[in-house]
C-alpha cells in the first residue's frame, strides 16, 4: 500500500454510503462518480449473503432500497443479484467497490455492519478480500460492533480500527487504548485531544465549519461535492487572514 492515513492533518470529507444527495445509496454510481470527481473517502457499509459474499448495503433487509424482500443473509450472491436497486442498478459487491478505488486517492472507510446480525467469519473474509487489491490508503474499518473490531484485530493488529457511536463516550481514551482503536467514529463531537474523531452525518455547513475549525479527522455527509466547498473557502480565508 502507498502512502499513510496518519501523515494526514486537514480535515477528509467522506462520502457517506457513497453520495446519495445525487444517486441511490450505497450504489456503484454513486461510488464511481465520487471517485472521479475527486472525492477524499468513502464510508459505506458491508454485510455477508448466505455464501458468505461480502456485498454493501445498509440495512440488514433490502426492502428499503431495492425491489426485493427479505434478509440479505438468505440469499446467495447469484440470488441477491436479481434485485435491483431502486434506481435500476445492481446491488453491489464489496468486489465491485475495491475494483473501482484500486490505485486511486480515496480513502476507503468500511463498515462492518454486524451490530444486528454478526455474520460468522465476516470480519476474516472481508480483510482477506482487502488484501488482494492495491489500494492507495489503509482501509479504515469501524463497527458499532465492538466485538467485530476485537476479532479483525486479533486477525491483524495492523489496521485502523474504529468504533462507531451515537453517544457520548466515557474515557474514551482509556477505551481505546484498551480496546486497540485507532479513533471513533461519532455523531457528535467530543474535545477528546488527540483522539482522531470522524464525525457523521454532517450536511449543515455550519457544522460543518465548527468541526473544521476544530481539526477532526473526518466529516462524513451526504454531498461530499458540497462539504469540498465549504472546506476549500474555509481554507481560502485561512490563507487570507494568515491563519
Known amino acids: 500500500m502507498k502512502g499513510s492515513y496518519f501523515m494526514t492533518t486537514s480535515t477528509l470529507i ?24 475527486g472525492v477524499e473517502g468513502l464510508e459505506f457499509d458491508v454485510h455477508l449473503t448466505k455464501d458468505n459474499m461480502p456485498v454493501i ?7 428499503r432500497t431495492t425491489d426485493g424482500k427479505g434478509r440479505i443473509q438468505d440469499y446467495s450472491l447469484e440470488e441477491l443479484r436479481q434485485f435491483h436497486l431502486k434506481d ?19 480513502y476507503l472507510n468500511l463498515e462492518f455492519k454486524t451490530n444486528k446480525i454478526h455474520y460468522p467469519h465476516i470480519e476474516a473474509i472481508v480483510l482477506d478480500m482487502v488484501r488482494q487489491y492495491d489500494l492507495a490508503y489503509p482501509v479504515i474499518y ?27 463516550i466515557l474515557n ?11 479513533g471513533l467514529h461519532l455523531n457528535h463531537y467530543q474535545a477528546l485531544g488527540n483522539v482522531k474523531e470522524r464525525i457523521w452525518t454532517v450536511d449543515d455547513p455550519r457544522k460543518q465549519v465548527k468541526l473544521l475549525a476544530e481539526h477532526v479527522a473526518g466529516i462524513i455527509t451526504d454531498n461530499f461535492e458540497e462539504a469540498e466547498r465549504v472546506k476549500n473557502s474555509e481554507r481560502s480565508q485561512a490563507l487570507e487572514t494568515g491563519a
Open 142 to 168: 469501524s463497527s458499532f460492533n465492538l466485538d467485530s473490531l476485537k476479532i479483525a484485530y486479533q486477525l491483524d493488529p495492523n489496521q485502523q480500527y474504529c468504533l462507531l457511536a451515537d453517544h457520548p
Open 14 to 37: 467522506f462520502g457517506h454510503r457513497g453520495y446519495p444527495h445525487k444517486f441511490m445509496e450505497n450504489s456503484l454510481d454513486g461510488f464511481i462518480y465520487a471517485i472521479d470527481h
Open 172 to 182: 474514551a481514551k482509556a477505551l481505546i487504548q484498551k480496546e486497540h482503536l485507532s
Open 57 to 63: 448495503m445498509h440495512d440488514e433487509r433490502i426492502d
Open 88 to 106: 435500476g442498478q445492481k446491488i453491489p459487491t464489496l468486489r465491485d467497490l475495491l475494483t473501482a478505488a484500486n490505485q486511486q486517492p480515496v
